[in-house]
């Protein structure tokens, strides 16, 4: 269902905050991003927000909603943000409350994992579907939910949180203690020292620059033998957890962004095979695992979107 | 919201066909079970399901629907079911065709898990909650979810199968190959296997017999520290499953049935404390683990309670 409505979508990240116009998936205009540093506190912050937001609606008069990501816990219902374990001095901000009273526009405020699989979802590689998990990966891995068409929070808006599923019920502790924690096992840094250790094994030095998914990527695709395992012993940890996923969820897709999924078919390839080698035909046939169509502006477009559904 | 439509449960076993009737979560009534082996095949038996909702409806003419659930893959929608495996004979067979036009009442057709989880919801442990997981604990582990209100079934109508999701990536092979597949641990066969082992490690021989669920707790209750052992291993089997689905989908609760559940505070004491101790403060918080509150019954009031529901 195309939108008409024209909004603008807020990506804020641990170190900036980017803004962009959207109508219909389509971005239309991108602002110069906003160094979260320079400012004080939320309230230097959101005032700023608001002066871009103010100018873009001089280009765009017909902006007639805002989407804001956050890289943490938010209470959606009224765009409350918890707190923002990277961005000092953000905890218990009405965020929807401030930002709708400087600029007079309608806000919503969502979990910047939830606004990205909102993008593919609606614009991107989960487009026409019904039910689509979403994944990021990158330090940690985020994900997101769309089931029976509409974007799930869960009962504390803390759903999605795929890094943090266990693979391994002894294995390597996660951030909250738990045991086997996904990105303890395919977040970019683990991936590094796994591949490190691979090439130790072989009397092969390599450094943590050496071992980025990127680097991995252009050391398989030129041969590596090393490289390829690592990879596939990537596709078997990260698949474990897709299929458990598929298994609880029958979903019409994985879509998947970040760094790793820029491996194309060094990942995508062993990723498919062990996943169909873990469900059911039934399962099974109905499931693609896709890469995400939208990189660095999943965020924005995301946010407009949702913020633009959000007029009904 | 109450209801106040009548309606006739019908929980289609391995063995036997089990019919009720049905008021807001209330059993008025309920029939001699059918034994699925006097009848040849599905047009008999479906037969013969009709002719005791026609007795059911002299007795109770406010009946108004049919809620059938059975052991297997359906498609709820055209209310098809795919194949039963424990039950000759019935594969690709339209029940909410046949039935509803030898009975002229509207008839749906649900999976058995799904059909306890929709009583739970509706009438049970999970009344009034947004979010909820339940599970059946047996031979195998069956699962539903209740997620934003409403029975989640999935693309393929597959969803729920928590006993298939893996708590190991090279652990034991489900029965689709699936490493580390959950009932392969807390299954009551595998719960069995190893109590005996942890009694044989202390050279005590037992048999199965003596390693049911129902027997270890009974052993646990009596002091017996392996008992006490083996509820705390299979707590942190289930646990490492239940945290994970809980980082997935952040729910209100968690609804347990079946024999394991039988153990209350055994295993729902250990359980507690493993799922705790894997999850970050706002997903656990928001998170309760509970007994089921029906039994034998669930299928009946739920499948009853769907097709009353359905009539919105």
Known sequence: MPTYTTSVGIDFGGTSVKLGVCRDGELLCTDAPIPTANFPGPAALIGEMAARVAKLKEKF???????????????FEHGFVHVLTNVP?????????????????PVIVENDANAM??????????????????????????????????????SGCAAGEIGQMSIHFDGVAGHYGNLGALEKYTGNQQIAEHAMRRYA???????????????????????????????????????TALASIAWLLNPDAFVIGGGVAQAGDLIFGPLNR????????????????????????????????LAADSLG
Not at 61 to 75: E, H, K, N, S
Not at 123 to 137: C, H, Q
Not at 217 to 228: S, V
């Open 89 to 105: 001095g953000w905890k218990h901000v009405p965020l929807k409350a401030i930002l709708g009273e400087k600029t007079g526009l």
């Open 201 to 239: 094994e072989a009397h092969i030095q390599k450094s943590a620059e050496d071992c980025t998914p990127k680097k991995i990527a252009e050391a398989a695709q030129a041969g590596d033998d090393i490289a390829r395992q690592v990879w596939d012993e990537i596709a078997d940890w990260l698949g």
């Open 61 to 75: 008069p017909a902006i007639a909603a805002i989407g804001v990501g956050v890289p943490g816990l938010v209470d």
């Open 117 to 154: 699989a909102y993008a593919e979802f609606r614009y991107g590689a989960g487009r026409g579907m019904n039910n689509v998990v979403a994944l990021t990966m990158g330090t940690g891995i985020g994900g997101g939910l769309i089931l029976n068409g509409q974007l799930y929070r869960g």
């Open 274 to 305: 062990k996943v169909q080698s873990m469900l059911s035909t039934v399962v099974w046939e109905r499931l693609q695992i896709l890469p995400a169509r939208f990189s660095n502006e999943s965020g924005i477009i995301g946010n407009a979107a």
